[in-house]
């Protein structure tokens, strides 16, 4: 695929006063050609600030990743960043900083993943015309294939002919909606920030509590149901979402239970696309297990999609539970830290340990043990957990009951347990008192 990329590092131009050692590289790219460069990921030296690389539109247009970007406006990536500036018809930009790889490449799919918009745009044409709903797609492949791209491409095309998508993101590691650990459903109403992605405003957004979806298929089941539920019923009451339909991203884990999640999935949506990326098998597996009327595709990925290795994954994750509580870049929202009460919450988790059938009490079977809400006993712990703030109703039957389906309404980290007092301090986006008493803890940890 990335034959025909080049090494590049063209006209050096003149250091301008004041760029200290900024290096500026200036790049000309030919229509339908890509800039990919990436900034190295990493802690900064002492007292330093991150790296950053920074990008200018001079000439022409350009995207990434389907947003346009503004002529003479500067764009600023930091470390970890992986990025394509995509032209349709020509463009020139500069790049500033010292991205750790710069090349160009003719070499993309993006002809074909625009064919892949435009056939969906005529779906939406047509359930227009025909009082019916827009097409909801499935966007599935293994690990590192440019999934979440190829949605956030999607989407924002679809934004820019005036559609009003919804993104469902399922990937519980890597979410592009909420921290990890979490399945939401966001409706963009415009398309992605080049630098931060799409506008995260009143997001539906479920508990899941781990980062794969193996450590609970069950529970992952239920709450894609669950979206696809609420999704469907948003679409009988508003025909803007039902027309521009969804674009569902989900998670790496392709083979056993990965493989029957997507099938559930394809199910519980009704999904009438599903878009499979560089996975032959799995393209045949899909075609042969789901439906005959839904139509299966295999689209190539694009060369320059980057393996991420476990380490840079947790980075990410990482990010985006900072993101939540101090804003994109760490700089714009105030978090606060308060003592709660033992006696004020109840915390869960949800799924006991499974244990063999045959000591399950009479009439329990497995899947009970999996959507169980097990109460656990603060201690220390605790800390460091973040734990989902649900939005199920305080008392305790209200509870008890739907906990599991409720959606949350945000998020806090355990920083302290004082088991004598009985209180434990928590970093929280919110002031004091929580919304809500019930909350569920994670697997997942943050340190402030
Ligand atoms: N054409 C491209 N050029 C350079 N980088 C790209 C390109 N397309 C995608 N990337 C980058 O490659 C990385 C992986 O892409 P993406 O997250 O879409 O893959 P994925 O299949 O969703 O991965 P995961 O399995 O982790 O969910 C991202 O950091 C993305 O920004
Ligand atoms: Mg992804």
């Not at 030296?45 to 001079?58: D, I, Q």
């Not at 500069?94 to 002809?111: H, Q």
């Not at 190539?300 to 870049?329: L, T």
């Not at 920083?415 to 997942?444: E, F, G, N, Y």
Request: with cysteine; aromatic share 8%.
């Amino acid at each position: 695929m990335s034959a025909m990329a080049t090494e590049v590092a063209e006209k050096t131009s003149e250091e301008g006063p004041g760029t200290g050692d900024k290096v500026a590289n200036r790049f000309d790219l030919e229509k339908e050609t890509e800039l990919r460069f990436e900034v190295e990921s990493g802690e900064p030296e002492e007292g330093k600030k991150p790296e950053e690389v920074v990008l200018e539109l001079l000439t022409g247009m350009a995207e990434i990743f389907g947003s346009e970007l503004n002529r003479n406006k500067k764009y600023r990536f930091g470390p970890g960043s992986k990025i394509a500036v995509f032209t349709w018809h020509g463009c020139s930009v500069v790049l500033e900083g010292k991205p750790e790889a710069a090349y160009r490449s003719g070499e993309t799919p993006m002809r074909l993943y625009l064919n892949t918009h435009a056939a969906l745009e005529q779906m939406r044409k047509q359930a227009e015309r025909d009082n019916e709903r827009g097409p909801r797609v499935m966007v599935v492949g293994p690990t590192d294939v440019g999934k979440s791209t190829l949605c956030r491409l999607l989407l924002n095309y679809a934004v820019r002919v005036g559609r009003r998508p919804t993104l469902v993101e399922l990937d519980v590691g890597q979410s592009g909606v909420s921290v990890p650990g979490t399945v939401s459903a966001l409706c963009i109403e415009r398309p992605a920030d080049a630098e931060e992605g799409f506008s995260v405003q009143a997001p539906l957004v479920y508990h899941f509590g781990s980062t794969t979806p193996g450590t609970n298929i069950k529970l992952y089941n239920k709450l894609t149901s669950c979206l696809a539920d609420v999704f469907s019923q948003r679409c009988e009451t508003n025909r803007k979402a039902s027309v521009g339909g969804c674009i569902i991203n989900t998670c790496g884990w392709v083979k056993g239970s990965g493989y029957q999640a997507l099938v559930h999935c394809a199910s519980a949506f009704e999904v009438d696309v599903v878009l499979v990326l560089d996975h032959e098998r799995l393209y045949n597996e899909l075609k042969r297990d789901l439906p005959h009327f839904v139509r299966v595709v295999l689209l190539p990925k694009s060369g320059g999609v980057m393996e991420r290795s476990k380490e840079c994954r947790r980075v990410s994750r990482d990010e985006k539970i900072r993101e939540y509580f101090y804003g994109f870049r760490g700089s714009s929202f105030y978090p606060h830290i308060f003592d709660v009460r033992f006696s004020d919450v109840r915390i869960y988790k949800i799924g006991a340990p499974s244990i063999p059938d045959s000591c399950l009490p009479l009439g329990m079977s497995q899947d009970d043990t999996q959507l169980k809400l097990v109460p656990v006993t603060p201690g220390r712990d605790l800390t460091y957990h973040v734990l989902s703030v649900s939005c199920a109703e305080d008392g305790e039957e209200g509870a008890r009951r739907g906990i599991v389906e409720s959606p949350v309404c945000g998020f806090i980290v355990v920083t302290q347990v004082d088991t004598q007092a009985q209180v434990m301090k928590v970093l929280s986006p919110a002031r004091r008192p929580l919304p809500r008493h019930t909350l569920l803890i994670m697997d997942i940890r943050f340190m402030t």
